[in-house]
């Protein structure tokens, strides 16, 4: 499959996925959201030479616009499956591929504004950087959708208060990046010409790291946002306890101890 609205660039265990749609503000077109992104992430799920993934956008105004609203306005859909859920969460969103088995760390750079369904990436990364020029805002409401599966996301990382406040003000307000890495939303905002330099950073740091561990720890911790305390700790531990038979679970203190770097297991 060749990519047109997605950049998809490999170097060495770091997967960079570039939103390309610079002059539509990269907004998600149907070829982004039903072919591009879930084939993307397939790809990076399959290759066990991937181990982090960066997702950013084309260009300095906008990391994702959310979707595109003249795809909308043509087809008489912006995207999604009509009808009851068809399994434990909806299916249709920007960001299913995160949530079915991809267990490597996703770090979101964003570079720009980040509005509508780009809050998914945000909700759903794993590592989340922002430009010092990002603001984050919503418009639902204003064209007459619903605000209720990016608000959901988002809820986990920032207050109920200010989400509520994004919906009601459909983006006559924006939040910026110092606010959001005040309120939780993105854990550092860097100089917007060394964004991708530090996302890649990161990256290269993560993916000297076990990979099965970062996995199993992944998984346990976003599990726990939908579990009481006590069986998140017992979710926990299960993973604790398969990984025990893992062989990178006697390398690591093993090389610790030799003074040399862990030859991982790539499962």
């Not at 994702?64 to 859909?77: M, N, P, W």
Request: net charge neutral; aromatic share 8%; charged share 25%.
């Amino acid at each position: 499959m060749q990519f047109k609205d997605l950049s998809y660039e490999q170097d060495g265990h770091v997967l960079t996925l570039t939103l390309n749609r610079p002059e539509r503000m990269n907004a998600l077109s149907r070829n982004l959201l039903k072919l591009e992104l879930p084939e993307a992430f397939r790809r990076a799920r399959e290759d066990a030479s991937v181990r982090v993934v960066i997702l950013t956008g084309a260009g300095e105004k906008a990391f994702c616009s959310g979707a595109d609203l003249k795809d909308a306005a043509e087809t008489g859909s912006i995207g999604g499956t009509k009808g009851p859920s068809q399994g434990p969460y909806y299916r249709g969103t920007p960001t299913d591929f995160l949530h079915v088995g991809f267990d490597k760390p996703v770090i979101v750079a964003v570079n720009g504004m980040c509005l509508g369904a780009g809050l998914h990436f945000v909700a759903d990364g794993d590592l989340i950087l922002a430009a010092d020029h990002a603001t984050f805002f919503d418009t639902h409401v204003r064209v007459g959708q619903v605000f209720a599966l990016e608000s959901i996301g988002l809820m986990r990382r920032m207050p109920f208060g200010e989400v509520m406040r994004m919906m009601l003000l459909a983006g006559t307000e924006r939040l910026d990046a110092p606010t959001a890495l005040r309120m939780g939303l993105v854990s550092e905002v860097v100089p917007r010409a060394g964004l991708l330099q530090r996302a890649k950073q990161h990256a290269a740091t993560i993916a000297e790291f076990s990979p099965a561990t970062i996995a199993a720890s992944k998984r346990a911790m976003w599990e726990a946002l939908d579990r009481g305390l006590f069986d998140a700790l017992e979710n926990g531990w299960r993973y604790i306890y398969a990984h025990w038979d893992h062989p990178d679970y006697v390398e690591g203190p093993r090389a610790f101890a030799e003074k040399r770097k862990p030859q991982w297991t790539i499962d």
